[in-house]
C-alpha cells in the first residue's frame, strides 16, 4: 500500500490517512475509537494507561498493528507536528539515521518514505512494537527500512561506531534513563547550578559513539519545563553533544483535545561557545524578542529571562501562597528597577507571569497583584512580607 501523493515531499497527512489514524479530541473519543478497533485489546489497555494496573503497555497496545495504529490517536497531533518540523528542516539529507525507542515504526516509516536514499534502523526493546513496526514496512512496500528488537544499551554491541548521520529519539530518553522528578525551583539559574544535568552522561555517550563527526542527534523528548531541557543540554555537553540553540524549535501540538508545546532539540558534535542559559534564553523567546518599555508583560519561560534582563532591582513588598498539602508555593512581589516597577508572579513549579510598569505607577500594581492573586486565593492562605527577611522560605 504506497503511500499516495502528488507533492514533490510525501505529504504528511496523506500518510495519516492511508493508515487510517483518526484524530480524537477527547480522552472520551480516543477510548470509544480504539473499544471500536478492539474492544478486547482496549479493555486491557486501560487499566495500563491510567495506572490502575501495572504491566507491559507497548506489549498491550501493539498486540496488532490495526489496534497499534488506533492507540496513535492520542498521540496523532504531537508526531504530525513533530514530522511537519523535519520536513521543513530542507538542508537534512541524512544516509542513515537511528530510530531509538522505534515502538511500531510509524516515525521510522515515515522517514524512510521521506528520505528514500537513506537507510534508516528503528531499535525498540519491544517486541510486539517491532513486530508491528515490521508489518506496517511491509504493508507500506517500504525497503530502506530495518527494525531489531534490542534494548538501548545493546546498541554498540549491535552497530558501528560513527554509522549513522542522524539520531532521533522521541519520548524515549524518560524511559531509558529514568523519569525526572518535578524539579521545584523559584530561579531556572538557581536550579541548574543546584541539579545541573538529566543523569548519567554515559547513556548519551553512546549516542555520540553511534554518530558520524558531522552527524545530527534530533530529540524530542518528554521535558516539562525549561529547567528539563537545560539538564538535558548539560548531559549532552558532558556526551560531547553540543546543542546547536539556533536550530532548535518549540512545536505546538494537541493531546486529546488540550494544547500542549514541547521543544526539539537538536545537538551535533561542533562546539557553540553558548552557555546553557544563554542557549534556553534563545530558545524561549524565538520569534518572541523581549522588549523592555512600560506596558509590556509575559509569561512562561519569557517572564523569568525578562525579570533577570531587567537588571538591579529593589523588592518593595510580596505576598506568598503556600497551598496546604501541596508542594505548590506562590510569590506575587513587586519590585523596582531604576526605569521601571515590575510586578512578577512566580511559582516553585513552574508559573512566571510579570508585567512592567511605569515607575509611578504604584497603584496599578497592586490592583495587578492583586488580580494575580486572585486566581489562586481559593488554593490557599497569603501572608504578606514588605522586607525580603520576612518571606517564607
Ligand atoms: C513513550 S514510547 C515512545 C515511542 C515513539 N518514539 C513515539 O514517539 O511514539 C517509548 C518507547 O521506548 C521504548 N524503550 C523504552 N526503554 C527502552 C530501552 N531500554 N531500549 C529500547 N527501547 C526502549 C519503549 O518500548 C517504547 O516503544
Same mark, same amino acid.
Given at each position: 500500500?504506497?503511500?499516495?501523493?502528488?507533492?514533490?515531499?510525501?505529504?504528511?497527512?496523506?500518510?495519516?490517512?492511508?493508515?487510517?489514524?483518526?484524530?480524537?479530541?477527547?480522552?472520551?473519543?480516543?477510548?470509544?475509537?480504539?473499544?471500536?478497533?478492539?474492544?478486547?485489546?482496549? #479493555?486491557?489497555?486501560?487499566?495500563?494507561?491510567?495506572?490502575?494496573?501495572?504491566?507491559?503497555?507497548? #506489549?498491550?497496545?501493539?498486540?496488532?498493528?490495526?489496534?497499534?495504529?488506533?492507540?496513535?490517536?492520542? /498521540?496523532? %497531533?504531537?508526531?504530525? %507536528?513533530?514530522?511537519?518540523?523535519?520536513?521543513?528542516? *530542507?538542508?537534512? @539529507?541524512?544516509?542513515?539515521?537511528?530510530?531509538?525507542?522505534?515502538?511500531?515504526?510509524?516515525?521510522?516509516?515515515?522517514?524512510?518514505?521521506?528520505?528514500?536514499?537513506?537507510?534508516?534502523?528503528?531499535?525498540?526493546?519491544?517486541?510486539?512494537?517491532?513486530?508491528?513496526?515490521?508489518?506496517?514496512?511491509?504493508?507500506?512496500?517500504? /525497503?530502506?527500512?530495518?527494525?531489531?528488537?534490542?534494548?538501548?544499551?545493546?546498541? *554498540?554491541?549491535?552497530?558501528?561506531?560513527?554509522?549513522?548521520?542522524?539520531?532521533?529519539?522521541?519520548?524515549?530518553?524518560?524511559?531509558?534513563?529514568?523519569?525526572?522528578?518535578?524539579?521545584?525551583?523559584?530561579?531556572?539559574?538557581?536550579?541548574? *547550578?543546584?541539579?545541573?544535568?538529566?543523569?548519567?552522561?554515559?547513556?548519551?555517550?553512546?549516542?555520540?559513539?553511534?554518530?558520524?563527526?558531522?552527524?545530527?542527534?534530533?530529540?524530542? #523528548?518528554?521535558?516539562?519545563?525549561?529547567?528539563?531541557?537545560? *539538564?538535558?543540554?548539560? %548531559?549532552? @555537553?558532558?556526551?560531547?553533544?553540543?546543542?546547536?540553540?539556533?536550530?532548535?524549535?518549540?512545536?505546538?501540538?494537541?493531546?486529546?483535545?488540550?494544547?500542549?508545546?514541547?521543544?526539539?532539540?537538536?545537538?551535533?558534535?561542533?562546539?557553540?561557545?553558548?552557555? /546553557?542559559?544563554?542557549?534556553?534564553?534563545?530558545?524561549?523567546?524565538?520569534?518572541?524578542?523581549?522588549?523592555? #518599555?512600560?506596558?509590556?508583560?509575559?509569561?512562561?519561560?519569557?517572564?523569568?529571562?525578562?525579570?533577570?534582563?531587567?537588571?538591579?532591582?529593589?523588592?518593595?513588598?510580596?505576598?506568598?501562597?503556600?497551598?496546604?498539602?501541596?508542594?505548590?508555593?506562590?510569590?506575587?512581589?513587586?519590585?523596582?528597577?531604576?526605569?521601571?516597577?515590575?510586578?512578577?508572579?512566580?511559582?516553585?513549579?513552574?508559573?512566571?507571569?510579570?508585567?512592567?510598569?511605569?515607575?509611578?505607577?504604584?497603584?496599578?500594581?497592586?490592583?495587578?497583584?492583586?488580580?494575580?492573586?486572585?486566581?489562586?486565593?481559593?488554593?490557599?492562605? /497569603?501572608?504578606?512580607?514588605?522586607?525580603?527577611?520576612?518571606?517564607?522560605?
Amino acid at each position: 500500500m504506497p503511500i499516495e501523493t502528488k507533492q514533490r515531499k510525501p505529504s504528511i497527512s496523506a500518510y495519516y490517512k492511508t493508515l487510517g489514524i483518526k484524530e480524537c479530541k477527547s480522552k472520551r473519543g480516543f477510548w470509544k475509537h480504539v473499544t471500536e478497533v478492539d474492544s478486547v485489546l482496549a #479493555e486491557d489497555l486501560e487499566p495500563l494507561i491510567s495506572r490502575k494496573k501495572q504491566g507491559n503497555l507497548y #506489549e498491550v497496545k501493539n498486540e496488532t498493528l490495526p489496534f497499534s495504529l488506533a492507540v496513535e490517536s492520542w /498521540t496523532k %497531533s504531537f508526531h504530525h %507536528s513533530f514530522l511537519t518540523w523535519i520536513n521543513r528542516q *530542507k538542508h537534512f @539529507k541524512p544516509k542513515r539515521i537511528l530510530e531509538i525507542g522505534c515502538d511500531n515504526g510509524l516515525l521510522a516509516c515515515w522517514y524512510a518514505t521521506s528520505f528514500p536514499d537513506a537507510e534508516i534502523v528503528g531499535i525498540d526493546q519491544s517486541e510486539n512494537g517491532i513486530r508491528c513496526a515490521q508489518e506496517l514496512a511491509n504493508q507500506l512496500d517500504i /525497503t530502506n527500512v530495518s527494525f531489531y528488537q534490542i534494548d538501548f544499551l545493546e546498541l *554498540k554491541e549491535r552497530f558501528l561506531i560513527n554509522s549513522f548521520d542522524l539520531i532521533i529519539s522521541v519520548r524515549t530518553f524518560h524511559e531509558i534513563m529514568g523519569p525526572l522528578f518535578i524539579p521545584k525551583y523559584w530561579s531556572l539559574l538557581d536550579c541548574l *547550578k543546584e541539579n545541573p544535568t538529566y543523569g548519567d552522561c554515559l547513556y548519551l555517550q553512546t549516542v555520540d559513539d553511534l554518530l558520524t563527526d558531522d552527524g545530527t542527534y534530533l530529540s524530542c #523528548e518528554r521535558f516539562e519545563n525549561p529547567a528539563d531541557v537545560g *539538564k538535558w543540554a548539560n %548531559s549532552l @555537553k558532558q556526551a560531547n553533544l553540543h546543542v546547536q540553540w539556533d536550530d532548535c524549535d518549540i512545536i505546538d501540538y494537541h493531546e486529546l483535545g488540550t494544547k500542549k508545546r514541547t521543544p526539539i532539540i537538536v545537538a551535533t558534535k561542533r562546539e557553540t561557545g553558548i552557555t /546553557t542559559i544563554e542557549g534556553l534564553e534563545q530558545l524561549y523567546t524565538k520569534d518572541y524578542p523581549l522588549v523592555y #518599555e512600560a506596558g509590556k508583560s509575559y509569561s512562561g519561560a519569557k517572564a523569568e529571562f525578562a525579570y533577570h534582563r531587567l537588571g538591579e532591582k529593589t523588592f518593595k513588598s510580596g505576598h506568598s501562597l503556600c497551598v496546604p498539602n501541596q508542594w505548590y508555593v506562590f510569590r506575587f512581589e513587586i519590585w523596582e528597577t531604576s526605569d521601571f516597577l515590575l510586578v512578577y508572579s512566580y511559582g516553585n513549579m513552574g508559573h512566571r507571569h510579570l508585567d512592567i510598569l511605569p515607575s509611578v505607577a504604584n497603584l496599578d500594581a497592586q490592583l495587578l497583584i492583586e488580580e494575580a492573586m486572585g486566581q489562586y486565593q481559593h488554593l490557599g492562605p /497569603t501572608v504578606q512580607y514588605d522586607r525580603l527577611e520576612d518571606r517564607p522560605k
